[in-house]
């Protein structure tokens, strides 16, 4: 019991009452660097699971941190980075908007905080953070990205492009602007002028995925569609379960009136991919223009089971599923090329 006395402070039994006030401050003080070595821990713990990339394991431990001590700013910004890393940007914004509230002169964080709120679709937002940051480091590159970015969401594609063309005249291989102003005129319909950003980047080999396949939608929107096959292949050749890949090619073949080359790229994709709806989906609208109706029906049934949030979405607006396939098999080629 000695031990347990020292360690909380209590007065022996024939100590004056007096002493009573100072047994509550030192409990407390106790309580305080209990609560200190926790949290202590609980950093400690995070960061060293985010170090060994187990940003799972390090969720909770910086979880209970933040709830601990939620005006700590090194809490708040670790676990902003552990959904970061999650992709989770949803969680990740309101500690954003907490850490930029804090300190409105770091750069670094406005930056964060506008990309999230894009990728959350908060363009107003990003728009106004953009905003901030181009009136504070216009020389900074991403500062105009940023705000193509907001502006493109708010559909003011002109206002998108200028911010990109200063974006990549300071700094020509800034490969992001350069994809989204491929992007953005391929919306607009100006194809020729994409062409040439797509070629900039499939030519390079450090070349992503999308790239490729942003550049072979310019190529078929340009008319040259074996060009355009031949860099899907590619794709599907370094990964063969991409799916925008399998509906790129698929929707080519369509455009060429090529349909049973259409369906038998759909083919692939539903027995290579795993409950890939939207090959079933696509696969039944050149089902129905081959006049095979039954096969296009059971297509459609496969891709409502598959994804059943589209057959939520669309009920109500249906009587029958003549009429749903109807609808969903007007337009075959996606990519208005």
């Avoid at 062409?195 to 992503?208: F, G, K, M, S, Y």
């Avoid at 999308?210 to 096959?229: F, N, T, V, W």
Wanted: charged residues 25%.
């Amino acid at each position: 019991m000695g031990f347990f006395k020292k360690l909380f402070g209590q007065p022996a039994a024939d100590a004056p009452a007096a002493d009573a006030p100072a047994a509550t401050a030192s409990v407390a003080d106790v309580e305080v660097r209990r609560d200190d070595r926790r949290f202590d821990m609980l950093i400690d713990n995070g960061v060293r699971a985010l170090q060994m990339n187990e940003v799972c394991m390090a969720t909770p431990y910086l979880e209970q941190a933040h709830a601990l001590r939620p005006d700590d700013r090194r809490a708040t910004s670790l676990l902003a980075e552990v959904y970061l890393r999650r992709q989770d940007h949803a969680a990740a914004l309101p500690l954003l908007k907490m850490l930029a509230r804090a300190d409105g002169d770091d750069m670094q964080v406005l930056m964060l905080l506008a990309d999230t709120e894009g990728k959350v679709g908060q363009y107003d937002a990003m728009q106004a953070t953009a905003a901030t940051l181009l009136e504070r480091c216009a020389d900074d590159p991403r500062s105009h990205y940023l705000a193509a970015v907001a502006a493109h969401g708010l559909r003011n594609d002109f206002e998108a492009i200028a911010q990109l063309c200063v974006a990549l005249n300071a700094e020509e291989g800034y490969r992001q602007a350069r994809q989204l102003r491929a992007e953005v005129l391929g919306s607009m319909g100006q194809w020729q002028e994409a062409l040439t950003d797509t070629t900039l980047l499939a030519d390079d080999a450090e070349a992503t995925e999308e790239e490729c396949l942003l550049h072979a939608r310019a190529l078929a929107a340009m008319g040259h569609a074996d060009d355009a096959l031949q860099v899907i292949a590619g794709v599907l050749e370094a990964n063969p379960f991409c799916r925008e890949a399998f509906l790129l090619r698929g929707a080519i073949y369509e455009q060429q009136s090529q349909w049973e080359k259409a369906l038998e790229t759909y083919d692939e994709a539903c027995r290579e991919v795993e409950g890939f709806g939207e090959a079933y989906l696509h696969r039944g609208a050149v089902k129905r223009h081959l006049h095979d109706d039954a096969g296009a029906a059971d297509d459609m049934k496969a891709y409502l089971r598959l994804c059943p949030q589209a057959a939520k979405a669309l009920e109500g607006d249906f009587t029958n599923i003549e009429n749903l396939m109807n609808d969903r098999y007007r337009r075959l080629n996606p990519y208005q090329f």
